[in-house]
């Protein structure tokens, strides 16, 4: 059994503490740059997309695919562990490049309302519109993806992530390049943080 290795519950308490870090710091690190000026990009595939408010099938999507995700995650410890590390990994280069590439959002945007994130993270705050480069939602759906187990699974997930992609467009929330970066950088942690592990 992986919990009775002291290595894997070492692991698996150190991707625990590095998850509870970022709902913690993340309010104050997006309220600034919330407040800073960014570039504006010229998008053409935006600008030919009309903007419409779609929040709800968003997070349904994303909420429905990630507790189905877990749900199949925990019978394996292993691979659980595996994706946590990746997940953070993920979110450390998704802030650093957030950081890193300072964007005003889209033109035309539709504050994108993520229930959860408002009561865990966001706050009463002003609505965060310029964590950008990349998408974090793209990137949690090439999560679920990666690592459901069964392929008739990982096909309805192939299709709602494109439907993610196609409605995050819709909302104006995200630029083109922000949704076609999200699964190679995603790809790349999984595939670093496996080496890591040696899995």
């Known amino acids: 059994m992986a919990w009775d290795e002291n290595a894997f519950r070492w692991k698996f308490i150190g991707a625990l503490l590095v998850f509870m870090i970022f709902p913690w710091k993340a309010d104050d690190y997006f309220q600034w740059i919330q407040l800073r000026e960014g570039m504006l990009i010229q998008d053409v595939i935006l600008a030919n997309i009309p903007a419409f408010n779609v929040s709800y099938p968003i997070f ?6 990630v ?31 957030i950081y890193l590439i300072p964007l005003n959002p889209p ?39 990666f690592f459901l187990p069964n ?33 190679i950088v995603t790809i790349g942690s999984i595939y670093l943080v496996k080496r890591w592990l040696k899995i």
Request: proline share 3%; aromatic share 14%; glycine share 4%.
């Open 60 to 65: 349904g999507i994303i909420y429905c695919s």
């Open 151 to 183: 392929q008739r699974d990982k096909k309805w997930a192939y299709g709602l992530t494109l439907l993610l992609m196609v409605l995050l467009l819709v909302q104006h929330v995200h630029y083109t390049m922000d949704v076609l970066a999200a699964p």
């Open 107 to 145: 033109i035309n945007l539709v504050d994108l309302h993520d229930p959860l994130a408002e009561i865990f993270i966001y706050g009463e705050n002003l609505a965060i519109t310029k964590d950008l480069f990349f998408s974090g939602h793209t990137a949690t759906m090439i999560f679920v993806c």
């Open 67 to 97: 507790v189905y995700l877990l749900l199949q995650l925990f019978r394996t410890p292993k691979t659980f562990l595996w994706f946590a590390w990746a997940f953070n990994l993920e979110t450390v280069i998704r802030l650093t490049c």
